[in-house]
Structure formats: structure tokens, C-alpha cells
């Protein structure tokens, strides 16, 4: 028996895979209020480069996916967090309809673009967050504090639409934002978790829109179709992560209070440089 082309050793391999990439990326989502985004997508890249789905279509389907994921574990680390008194609420006030319209425009614009695009959003936004936190260089900064008026709002647009391009719930850039207006790492984190929720539910819903097309344009692959995937949603790939990442994600927020900062950013960098380097290859 096949589906998609694996067999069944195949497929349950790759199920193996995708429940212990869950447990990572919920810690992660606590750990560095990210949402996961970032270490599901150049996973689920593999996975369905396996599966056969085809190149034109394999990042949207993989940044649909990841954007599903994070809506459950962004909402529960953003729960752990608000416990703790550590999000910043007038952060969120200023920037929830910013981020909403930045989501909409991030989703329009999967429908069209060319699947390098997503490739060199990722690069550039995680190499650039990277060299920030691995050089700490505290002289690295915009202001001693956030912009008020269209400048915040216009911060806000670009989180929305730079996070719907790469499927990752928004933290890698709340949180390099906010640390180059001096805020705390742990309060950039768990603002980011928050922020994730706000841009998770629209962006995943923008990717089952955006995918409807790629699923009758590619009837051959059983990837892209009911059961198996909404749009430029995967649901097998959702329904294996989905319960591993729930239960570490407040694994990560505790550790993300026990760490030092120093430690955090360290950690935090050298994962996005290496995932940054991924694609990179991939685009060469």
C-alpha cells in the first residue's frame, strides 16, 4: 500500500517524525514566544519534499500548516505567560489592527507569489534577528522606547505581513523589534505569544483561501487534497504535531523564566542562524 508515493514503512516514519517536531516547537513557542513557525517550517519542507508535493507549492503548504499549528500553542503559552504579568497589553492595543491588516495583505499575497519569495523572507528576517542577539550589541537600538502614532502602526502592518510570509506566528519579529527599543527579551517573548494568537487564526485562514487553486491545478498529489489538506493547510500534518506541541509548551515558558537573558539570546541565535542557512542552501 502507498499514499502520495511512500509506503507504509515511509509514512510512519515521517508520522514519527512530524509528533517529535511537535514537542519541539511547542517548547520553542514557550521558550521564545516564536510559535513554533520557525522550526515547523523547515521540517514540514522535508516532509513533503518526501511526499512528492511539488516544488511551486511545497513552502505555501508548509507556512499554511505551521500558521494551523501555532494557533493552539501560541494561545496556551500566551495563557502561561499573562500569569506571570509578563505581556505588554498596551503593546497589543496599539498594534492588533496593524497586525490584522498585515495578515490579510501577507495572505493575498501567497495566492500569487513565487515560492523563492518565501525562501528569502525567512533568510533575511532570521539571519538579520540572529546577528542581533549572538553580537549583543547593546548599541544596536532604534530608541530607548516605542514609537507612538502612524510610525507603531506602521511596526505593526510589517509584523502582520513579514509573519504571514513565513509562517511564524510573529515572535522572530516582535521580538527583534521590541529589543531594539530596549525592552527585556522575557517581555519581547511574552508579548510575541500574544501577538501569535492575533496573527495564527486569520493567516492560517488566508492560506486555506490562498490554496484552493494549487489543490485543483495539482489533482495528482494526495497531499493537496481532502482529507489530507485544507487550501495550503495540511491536516495530517497538523493533527500528528498539534497534541505533542500542547503539552511542552509550558515546558518552555518555565524555562524561559529559569534561563538568563544572555543565555536566551544565545540559544535563540544560533537556532535561526542554522535554519536561516537551510534555506539558503535550498535557494542556491
Not at 510559535?35 to 508535493?53: K, S
Not at 548599541?139 to 514609537?147: H, V
Not at 531594539?180 to 519581547?188: D, E, H, M, N, T
Not at 506541541?245 to 515546558?251: D, K, W
Request: hydrophobic share 55%.
Amino acid at each position: 500500500m502507498a499514499i502520495g508515493g511512500l509506503g507504509v514503512s515511509e509514512l510512519a516514519e515521517l508520522a514519527l517524525l512530524l509528533v517529535a517536531v511537535g514537542a519541539l516547537s511547542g517548547f520553542l513557542a514557550g521558550l521564545f514566544g516564536i510559535g513554533g513557525g520557525a522550526i515547523l517550517v523547515p521540517v514540514f519542507y522535508e516532509c513533503f519534499r518526501l511526499a512528492g508535493v511539488p516544488l511551486e507549492v511545497r513552502m505555501p503548504l508548509c507556512i499554511g500548516t505551521s500558521l494551523a499549528i501555532i494557533i493552539p500553542t501560541s494561545i496556551r503559552a500566551w495563557r502561561a505567560h499573562h500569569v506571570r504579568g509578563t505581556v505588554d497589553l498596551e503593546i497589543l492595543r496599539a498594534w492588533w489592527l496593524p497586525v490584522l491588516t498585515g495578515v490579510i495583505a501577507g495572505a493575498v499575497t501567497a495566492r500569487y507569489a513565487p515560492e523563492r519569495l518565501f525562501k528569502i523572507v525567512f533568510v533575511m528576517v532570521a539571519w538579520s534577528a540572529a546577528t542581533r542577539l549572538l553580537l549583543a550589541r547593546e548599541g544596536w537600538k532604534l530608541g530607548d522606547d516605542l514609537p507612538k502614532g502612524p510610525l507603531m502602526k506602521l511596526y505593526g502592518f510589517v509584523v502582520g505581513l513579514l509573519s504571514t510570509l513565513m509562517g511564524v506566528g510573529g515572535g522572530l519579529f516582535s521580538n527583534l523589534l521590541l529589543t531594539f527599543y530596549g525592552r527585556p527579551l522575557l517581555q519581547a517573548v511574552a508579548t510575541s505569544s500574544a501577538l501569535a494568537v492575533l496573527i495564527s487564526i486569520p493567516g492560517a485562514l488566508g492560506y486555506v483561501y490562498a490554496g484552493w487553486p494549487a489543490a485543483m491545478r495539482y489533482p495528482e498529489v494526495a497531499a493537496l487534497q481532502l482529507p489530507f489538506a485544507l487550501g495550503y493547510v495540511s491536516l495530517i500534518g497538523a493533527v500528528l504535531v498539534m497534541p505533542t506541541s500542547l503539552l511542552t509548551a509550558p515546558l518552555g515558558v518555565r524555562a524561559a523564566h529559569a534561563v538568563s537573558k544572555r543565555t536566551l539570546e544565545v540559544a535563540f541565535g544560533c537556532y535561526l542562524f542554522i535554519v536561516g542557512g537551510r534555506f539558503v542552501i535550498s535557494l542556491l
